[in-house]
Every structure is written in C-alpha cells, then in structure tokens.
C-alpha cells in the first residue's frame, strides 16, 4: 500500500509560471520531508525538506507547505524555468533516525516551456 | 571527484545470470542503501547499511544479496535474475545525524 501519494503524476507549466506538486500521507509517525529532483539519466538529488514543527520553509525559488493536521505537503516552484524540467519526489522518513526508512511517491513529471 | 559511484552503469544479461552491481562513496560515510525503480519510476529502497552493519532489509527476494566490504562500499549481488528484476537500482549513502541521502547515477539492468 502506498504511504505517499503524491499528484499529479505529470504537470506542464509555461516559464515563469508557478509549479505544484502535492503529497499526502497517512503514518504520523513521519518526522521528516524531503523533496528529490532528479534529471534523465542521473540519480535523485535533495531540494529541499522540511520538519513538521514549521508549516513552510523556502529556499530561493523553491518553497514548501506543511500542513500536519491535513497529512499533506505541497512543492511550490515560482518563476518556472526550462531547467526546472525533472522529475520530483516527495518523501517521507519516520523513526527518528538520520538512516532511518525513505518512502517515495509515486513522482511528478514536470516540463516547463519555454 | 565523484561523491557516489556506480558500476556498471548499464548490465544487460540472460535469464537466470548472477550479476554484481558495485558502489563506492568517497563522501566519508557511515550508512549506504540501495534502491530500486522500476519502469513507473517509483523508487523503493531495499537495503540500507550503517557501518557495515545490515539496518533496514525490506521486503527483497533472497537472490538479491549486499555486501558491505567496509563503509566505503556497498555491493549488492543478485542470483538467478528474472525479467522483473529488469529496473535502475541506485546506491545512495548519508551521514549518521544528517538527513541528505546522496544518490549514485544508477546502473541500469535488463534481463532478456
């Protein structure tokens, strides 16, 4: 059963417009929530991530919303650009542990136009 | 200069092959997974190691094997390969009291 669900699994988006992604999950005993991009051909590389004690946290163009209550997590992307075409993955660990278990969603195909 | 290694980055082999993937970090850390995605590009991780020891072991068939010769490098040895073993395995490794998990370029494997 899958412990992320995340949508949409694609999402086209013209340059310079806004880019949401969104992730819900359901084990409260999650602590920590990263965001992967990963490009064609390589490996996944951390954006970004969050804990539940803050409700949003930004960095540069890049911006996530928590909401505990709801289980849910959104990627916002602003001023999208060609180079932000990848595919995203939110995550989620539990345990408390820094090796602790990642659980993936199902991943978001992103395009941006130029 | 490369933070993760893998080889190979592509394995093509016949059913019912034993093939090895190998991993090396040079990032000077403690714990190392490996993951798998499939086709879908849904990424599920199957073993994880923390200084050399076996921590998290989800729910693999027993033809797949790491090993973890130091904490540098963790290979991950796979009997009898089927078809639905065919998916991009990734090494990924992090420190102990950091929460970044460092990902490899993958190696690619295709059973016919």
């Known amino acids: 059963q899958q412990q992320v669900k995340q949508s949409p699994q694609s999402l086209i988006v013209q340059k310079g417009g806004i880019s949401i992604i969104n992730c819900a999950y359901e084990?409260?005993?999650?602590?920590?929530f990263p965001w992967y991009q990963q490009f064609p051909g390589k490996g996944p590389a951390l954006l970004i991530a969050?804990?539940?004690?803050?409700s949003e946290k930004k960095e540069g163009r890049f911006t996530i919303s928590f909401n505990k209550s709801a289980k849910q997590f959104s990627l916002h992307i602003m001023d999208s650009q060609p180079g932000d075409s990848a595919t995203y993955f939110c995550?989620?660990?539990?345990?408390?542990?820094?090796?602790?278990?990642?659980?993936f969603g199902q991943g978001t195909i992103l395009t941006v136009h130029p | 200069d490369t933070a993760v290694s893998q080889t190979p980055k592509y394995l093509v082999t016949q059913m019912g092959n034993d093939k090895s993937i190998k991993c090396e970090q040079n990032?000077?850390?403690?714990?190392m997974y490996w993951y798998k995605q499939d086709s879908k590009k849904f990424l599920k991780i199957m073993f994880s190691?923390?200084?050399?020891?076996?921590?998290i072991n989800e729910t693999v068939p027993n033809r797949f094997s790491p090993k973890s010769p130091d904490k540098a490098h963790l290979n991950l040895h796979i009997n009898s390969l089927e078809l639905g073993d065919s998916a991009v395995y990734f090494c990924?490794?992090?420190?102990?009291?950091?929460?970044?998990?460092?990902f490899g370029p993958g190696t690619r494997l295709t059973v016919l």
């Open positions: 084990n409260t005993a999650f602590d920590y």
């Open positions: 995550a989620a660990r539990e345990d408390g542990t820094s090796y602790g278990k990642l659980t």
């Open positions: 969050i804990r539940p004690d803050v």
């Open positions: 990032l000077g850390h403690d714990t």
């Open positions: 190691y923390n200084n050399k020891e076996l921590i």
């Open positions: 990924a490794s992090s420190l102990s009291g950091s929460d970044t998990q460092y």
